[in-house]
């Protein structure tokens, strides 16, 4: 027999993952995320949904299904009876878990706990945004002094089985460039459904997706994520390390980075680079309120171990009255420096400072400086075109680049080895804009 699947998002490309099973007595969803190349299609900074359609316009754009029973009562104007009994989210990445904040919140969402940590800290630093209401949202219209409604939100823990009708669901650990990413293999009456998610065979963790392999064999269907198929390697954290130390401890003035700082093994790289060069850690915001909930977990510094790095706001005098809410909470709590504090202790700091807060630089004016850059290369026209500002602002300032990355996904030869080990009956490609050949190389 032939399980009951259907992918209504990451078909022909990289992320926005939707994957719906249906059984006789239950229907599940594996991921609900955003489609970052399909939303580009039609919209972009200032051509957005609008907020009046509520998700009237991503309906009709193809960027959420049009079904029935699926979606919050007030962004499709009338109540339906929910006809889906879950939604398991393998980790905390946007294209895998943003359109969450379209459900109904009558469906239970199943995470893991760290991936639900990340989830918070999301919450906590950023705005309020209808494609960001993952874990909690506020009914549209918003009304002065509305509460929050919150999720039914249900922890999973690796290796554990959770049963919903006729599916027996099973999350597994796999190794990814986010904590707390799994993968799901599925058993019911018509075959075993295993559902990759994002993983890799190179980074810290390595060990968790072979276990995932052994775990899952046997499957009739696989549905395998290809982002790197076309790949034949990939390069080691351990790479990535040995040039970070390096870079950093050679470097006589200002170190400025930028990684995603999700990526718990890039954090503990950067992390050693600054201990063993005897360099302040200076950080935004948004990366102190990531590392202040991962902390409660993950074996990383709390906050007391960096410095908050404390950018201009309205009258650019760093007045109090600059700055409200969690963020103001923070400088006060946290030991905070400004562009001066920064520049007097140059030589014995490394800044986070990411692309989109390089405008700090005017402030900066660094003579001496080292940008490592520790994201992926550029791979479409608009990653290039801020790879040509980037560049711009550094040749403007005499900053020196360097790069060094690995990526969150396997290469073709570990997707190959993955599929391999797996064994499947049948594969279907997902996260990939090459699903033909992740098709033959896995035959």
């Not at 022909?12 to 594996?30: H, P, S, T, Y």
């Not at 029973?69 to 398991?88: A, H, K, N, S, T």
């Not at 049948?426 to 050949?437: F, G, S």
């Amino acid at each position: 027999m032939k399980p009951p699947i259907t992918i209504y998002g990451g078909k022909k490309e990289i992320g926005g993952n939707k994957v719906l099973l249906e059984g006789r007595d239950a229907k599940l969803w594996l991921d609900f995320g955003v489609g970052y190349a399909s939303r580009s299609k039609y919209f972009e900074e200032f051509v957005n949904p609008r907020p009046a359609n509520r998700i009237g316009d991503f309906i009709e754009m193809g960027l959420a299904p049009n079904l029935k029973g699926l979606y919050r009562e007030d962004l499709i104007g009338r109540r339906e009876e929910v006809e889906y009994d879950g939604v398991f989210i393998s980790h905390a990445h946007m294209d895998h878990c943003a359109y969450v904040s379209f459900l109904n919140p009558e469906i239970p969402v199943y995470m893991s706990e760290v991936t639900k940590l990340v989830l918070e800290a999301v919450k906590e630093a950023g705005k309020r945004d209808i494609e960001l209401e993952i874990l909690a949202f506020k009914e549209r219209p918003i009304k002065k002094g509305a509460e929050e409604i919150e999720r039914d939100i249900r922890i999973f823990k690796s290796g554990k089985r959770k049963r919903i009708g006729e599916f027996e669901v099973t999350p597994v650990n796999v190794d990814h460039s986010v904590p707390g990413a799994h993968g799901f293999v599925v058993d019911g009456p018509e075959g075993r459904v295993v559902y990759s998610g994002d993983l890799r065979m190179h980074g810290r963790g390595r060990e968790k997706t072979e276990e995932f392999v052994e775990k899952a064999e046997g499957a009739d269907v696989l549905v395998l994520e290809g982002t790197r198929v076309e790949e034949k390697r990939s390069r080691l954290e351990e790479d990535v390390e040995r040039d970070v130390v390096k870079w950093v401890k050679e470097h006589s003035g200002l170190v400025l980075v930028d990684f995603n700082f999700k990526d718990v093994d890039r954090l503990k790289t950067f992390l050693k680079a600054s201990e063993e060069s005897d360099r302040i850690f200076v950080i935004p915001f948004k990366e102190a309120v990531l590392v202040k909930h991962l902390s409660k977990k993950l074996k990383i510094p709390s906050l007391d171990n960096f410095v908050l790095f404390k950018p201009k706001r309205r009258s650019g005098m760093f007045e109090e009255r600059d700055y409200r809410g969690v963020e103001k909470e923070y400088y006060e709590k946290y030991e905070s420096w400004t562009y001066k504090d920064v520049m007097e202790n140059e030589k014995k700091v490394m800044l986070f400072l990411s692309y989109y807060a390089f405008p700090n630089l005017i402030d900066l004016k660094p003579k001496n400086a080292l940008f490592i850059h520790s994201l992926s290369e550029a791979f479409n026209e608009e990653m290039e075109i801020s790879k040509r500002r980037m560049m711009n602002w550094l040749k403007h300032f005499g900053i020196e680049y360097r790069h060094s990355h690995c990526s969150g996904h396997a290469s073709g030869s570990e997707l190959r080895d993955i599929a391999k080990g797996i064994n499947p009956k049948r594969v279907i490609p997902i996260h990939t804009e090459h699903p033909r050949k992740l098709t033959r190389l896995v035959k």
